[in-house]
């Protein structure tokens, strides 16, 4: 009798359990089919990837068609399936999806085949997502990692396999993928590691390329070119077993060299300024959408040399400006200890395999050759020789041969200095590298080039380093213009009767300050000549003559006559108007002399010709503006030869370098905190301002002719290299007389020191001495 209860107990509760468990996985079918049908109900539309236009470059080209600067938040150039080489598909099929034209968005046999190698080496080292996954995950969801987005994925690429074709899936996955070095998609690519487009690598590098998106930054064929040639034997075993290739080609693709030849990029570094410029302009006009993933193509009135040699010239005048004051010691000091650790951040940030010539980088003093005076430097990874030759600018420099920072106010170099190195020679096998030691300007400066004639700008560069600084100070910065404003003031004299042989008095002045006290106006070399010319006064840049000069045609006129050529901002209708006193920006000032240039006409500026979309319809279309007569052709030329006089005789003689018709005026500053040359060739006006961002004084050399005119001679002389060399032409009503310059009047052929001057007709002295 009990043992047949215990075993109806026994059945019954067997009976019970199973029925729960009927009842639970009954259940968790219907929670688990909710939860599927919630999913699929919140997932995003595959449909819309059939008419996906990956996110393009927008590229800015110059006035000659060159590639100058690119705006985007993904470095990418598409390229159709069909303009691939067919060997990189394979390659990256056989490498990442080896089933992918026979699956069906998931491939089964791959995700038992990657458990089965995870269980066996009981870590996760194979995954077993296909190109279609991959695609779903990058471009329809989150980066979340949850299981849930895992179901997610399998269930769109079910859908996506369902909508497009195998080419279109491998359109969007080639296109799309992140391949290191800051491109997406294998054009991008191509162009970054190799310097080629897509259809013209070879099989070498297509493999080099395909080994890439397990691990962009750990197979970079740049920094680590073993484990990229590694990954590439894996690729390359991959395509042979798939029967893409023979042993024979894997073979010799293995024994090609690998050249790393970065196509060259455009340098937006150098542009910087022009494109920020560029960028707040198009921004507004067409979105951010637009911008940075529309492929816009924005053609620019930017000359590339031009911008090139504005940007090399302005850093390197800057340095000689900068050295001018002395080394300013170590940027720091650093422990024994911390060497490895702060070298190993500098060997991060060094994007090539050799240091570049000519570029700086921060290096740390690891030793010294006493016997020499030589100071051994390490840079990243790298170590070389610093000269003593190579420091002179500095001085003499003590050297401490212990780490620690050197006694209070002291610039020696002891072990652990951090220092600025420029790179003389790289470093070689069994040589060490060679610098020299340099540091990066506190000082400042701006340049400025336009198109007289049409008011393009071919070149602007705003400060020394875009990435520390994006204050355009060739279009923001509003300076005292000093004696580069005094062409203003003649030019306005010269439209009042006055003319280069008008004599004015050069001796001490003084005017009330409207503060109970007096203003006295002094000359840079604090003398006075007597009488002179306005030509000598111009040339010479006295000023005591142009505050005469604007007391007689006075300064309400002066200020509007300014507003004429172009200035907006503000100018004081005072006698201190006279020695520069407006605070006008480097672009204003330079605008105002192309007018002069331009035989008076103005040409508003502009700096965009055309923008087109990614199919090549045009969106704007900017011819250049019409010009406005503002002065007289005949005021603008004499002006303009009275400026000559400046560059042949006067302060501006370092522009005469470029050996050519110049006309320019210097501008410097009380205290010589300002520094200025404008000038111009009857193609182009170019303005320099240099100076510090907290006012004070440039120091030994820090005058317009010796700190802003070096820069502009320089940059001019490789900006002019394609232009034809021009005279200026006089216009009909300009005559030529011979004077005596003491006294203004008309000279015979046989007084002694006549010259010949330039008149706006009419206005020729009428009388001999």
């Not at 080629?196 to 070879?202: G, R």
């Not at 172009?566 to 108007?577: D, K, M, R, V, Y």
């Amino acid at each position: 009798m009990g043992k047949k209860t215990t075993g109806t107990v026994k059945s019954s509760f067997l009976s019970m359990f199973l029925l729960s468990s009927v009842v639970l996985l009954f259940v968790g079918i219907l929670a688990a089919s909710g939860y599927l049908f919630f999913l699929m109900a919140r997932l995003p539309k595959v449909d819309r990837l059939a008419d996906y236009k990956p996110p393009i470059v927008s590229q800015v080209f110059g006035d000659d068609g060159v590639l100058v600067g690119e705006f985007y938040l993904e470095r990418r150039i598409v390229v159709p399936v069909n303009k691939m080489p067919r060997k990189l598909i394979q390659a990256f099929v056989a490498a990442e999806d080896a089933n992918f034209y026979s699956h069906k968005g998931i491939d089964y046999f791959g995700i038992m085949r990657a458990a089965f190698k995870n269980l066996l080496s009981m870590s996760k080292k194979e995954g077993a997502s296909t190109i279609t996954q991959q695609v779903t995950k990058s471009m329809l969801l989150t980066p979340e990692k949850k299981f849930s987005r895992k179901i997610k994925e399998a269930i769109l690429a079910k859908r996506m396999e369902e909508r497009l074709s195998k080419d279109e899936i491998l359109y969007l996955y080639l296109n799309q993928i992140y391949l290191g070095g800051g491109a997406y998609g294998v054009q991008a690519a191509a162009e970054t590691y190799f310097g080629k487009n897509v259809d013209q690598l070879n099989l070498a590098e297509i493999s080099i390329l395909a080994g890439l998106p397990k691990a962009p930054n750990t197979y970079s064929p740049i920094k680590h070119l073993e484990k990229a040639r590694e990954r590439q034997g894996y690729v390359l075993d991959r395509m042979t077993a798939e029967g893409y290739i023979t042993p024979a080609e894997a073979d010799h693709a293995r024994k090609t060299p690998i050249l790393i030849q970065p196509m060259k990029k455009v340098n937006n570094e150098q542009s910087a300024y022009f494109l920020e410029y560029l960028r707040i302009q198009l921004e507004q006009k067409y979105g951010e959408e637009q911008l940075y993933k529309g492929g816009l193509k924005i053609y620019t009135t930017m000359n590339a040399n031009m911008q090139r040699a504005a940007y090399d010239t302005l850093r390197k005048g800057l340095k000689d400006v900068d050295k001018r004051q002395g080394f300013r010691g170590s940027v720091k000091y650093l422990s024994e200890a911390e060497v490895d650790s702060f070298c190993g951040k500098v060997e991060e940030g060094i994007d090539s395999s050799v240091l570049k010539v000519g570029e700086n980088y921060q290096g740390v003093v690891v030793g010294f050759n006493a016997d020499k005076g030589d100071v051994l430097v390490r840079v990243g990874e790298r170590s070389g020789i610093l000269s003593r030759k190579n420091m002179s600018w500095a001085g003499r420099i003590k050297m401490i041969n212990r780490y620690g920072k050197p006694e209070k106010g002291g610039k020696g170099l002891s072990l652990g200095s951090v220092i600025e190195v420029s790179i003389i020679t790289p470093e070689f096998e069994k040589q060490g590298a060679q610098f020299a030691l340099d540091q990066t300007p506190d000082v400042q400066a701006a340049l400025v080039s336009i198109d007289p004639r049409t008011g393009g700008i071919k070149a602007m560069v705003g400060g020394y380093d875009f990435k520390k600084s994006q204050f355009n100070r060739a279009m923001q910065a509003k300076r005292n213009a000093g004696s580069a404003f005094k062409p203003i003031i003649y030019a306005a004299a010269l439209d009042k009767g006055l003319t280069p042989a008008t004599v004015i008095e050069d001796t001490e002045v003084e005017y009330p300050d409207g503060a109970g006290g007096t203003w006295k106006p002094q000359n840079y070399d604090r003398e006075f000549r007597g009488a002179v010319t306005m030509r000598e006064a111009l040339t010479y840049s006295i000023n005591t003559v142009s505050v005469k000069i604007m007391e007689q045609i006075g300064a309400q006129y002066t200020a509007e006559y300014a507003r004429k050529l172009g200035f907006t901002s503000q100018i004081p209708a005072n006698l201190a108007l006279a020695l520069g006193a407006a605070s006008v920006s480097p672009f204003e000032l330079a605008s105002a002399y192309s007018v002069f240039a331009n035989n008076g006409m103005l040409s508003p500026s502009y700096y965009i010709t055309k923008v087109t979309d990614t199919d090549g319809i045009v969106l704007q279309d900017n011819p250049p503006p019409v010009s406005v007569p503002v002065i007289s052709p005949e005021t603008a030329y004499v002006i303009t030869n009275l400026m000559q006089s400046v560059v042949a005789s006067g302060t501006g003689h370092r522009a005469s370098i470029i050996g050519r018709p110049v006309a320019g005026k210097t501008g410097t500053t009380n205290g010589a905190k300002d520094a200025w040359f404008v000038g111009y060739i009857p193609q182009l006006v170019t303005g320099v301002w240099v100076g510090y961002d907290q006012e004070r004084s440039l120091g030994n050399g820090g005058t317009g002719g010796q700190a802003a005119a070096p820069i502009w001679g320089d940059y001019m002389q490789q900006a002019i290299i394609s232009l034809p060399a021009e005279d200026f032409a006089a216009p009909e009503n300009v005559s030529f007389v011979l004077i005596n310059p003491r006294t203004g009047n008309l000279a015979r052929q046989e007084t002694a020191g006549a010259v010949m001057e330039c008149f706006i007709k009419g206005t020729e002295p009428s009388s001999y001495d």
